[in-house]
């Protein structure tokens, strides 16, 4: 894989990408992009060779924000993406270019309500038939956080070491000096 090739296709998907700290992270690349290149994005992850390792919801203001990871097969490579729902609750499904994405989706249906169109089997996966409209990661209208509140920062930097201050140490013919 030549990532800078595949960087600049993410360009035409994206609307930011930011390279981070895989050791403080956990993934190489965040990605930010429309619910409409949802789909688009796993496609091409896919034909690069890429593997979805899950997707999750997290309920924050203004949309529940989808969180899909993707990571390469052959050598380290790990790329978060990101984008929000529409105001309907709703965005495409990816599980007929990645079949792991189905039973992903079901539980985000479960537990955020989330649905996705065009998903093929979208039955509740962990609540019972008649809780469907329970949601229960659903957080109350005023515990919800912007995601600005929840995104993760860059580190600040360190601050400067305080010079060491060294007592000042009298020469040997002084000390004889004062012992007389």
Same mark, same amino acid.
Not at 22 to 29: Q, T
Not at 53 to 70: C, R, S
């Given at each position: @894989? ?17 390279? &981070? ?17 949802? /789909?688009?994005l796993?496609?091409? @992850? ?19 924000? @989808?969180?899909?990871?993707? $990571? ?6 790990? &790329? @978060? $993406? ?11 499904t990816?599980? %007929? ?12 249906? %479960? ?7 065009d ?8 609540l019972?038939?008649?809780?469907? %409209? ?9 515990k ?6 929840? /995104? ?18 009298k020469?040997?013919a ?7």
């Amino acid at each position: @894989m030549d990532i800078n090739k595949v960087k600049k296709q993410w360009q035409g998907l994206t609307t930011a990408i930011e390279e &981070v700290d895989y050791a403080v992270s956990g993934y190489d690349y965040n990605l930010s992009l429309e619910r409409d290149k949802v /789909r688009d994005l796993a496609v091409l @992850m896919l034909d690069e060779g890429f593997y979805l390792v899950g997707l999750m919801a997290v309920h924050v203001a203004p949309a529940i924000e @989808m969180v899909y990871q993707f $990571a390469y097969h052959e050598s380290r490579c790990r &790329v @978060m $993406a990101r984008t929000s729902v529409d105001e309907n609750g709703e965005i495409a499904t990816i599980s %007929d270019i990645f079949q792991g994405a189905n039973w992903h989706e079901r539980e985000v249906r %479960d537990l955020h309500g989330v649905v996705f169109i065009d998903h093929p089997y979208l039955h509740p996966l962990i609540l019972a038939e008649e809780d469907v %409209d329970l949601k229960p990661l659903l957080k109350a209208e005023g515990k919800v956080k912007n995601v600005d509140a929840i /995104r993760r920062k860059p580190p600040e930097p360190a601050p400067e070491p305080k010079p060491k201050v060294v007592p000042e140490v009298k020469p040997e013919a002084t000390k004889n000096q004062e012992q007389s």
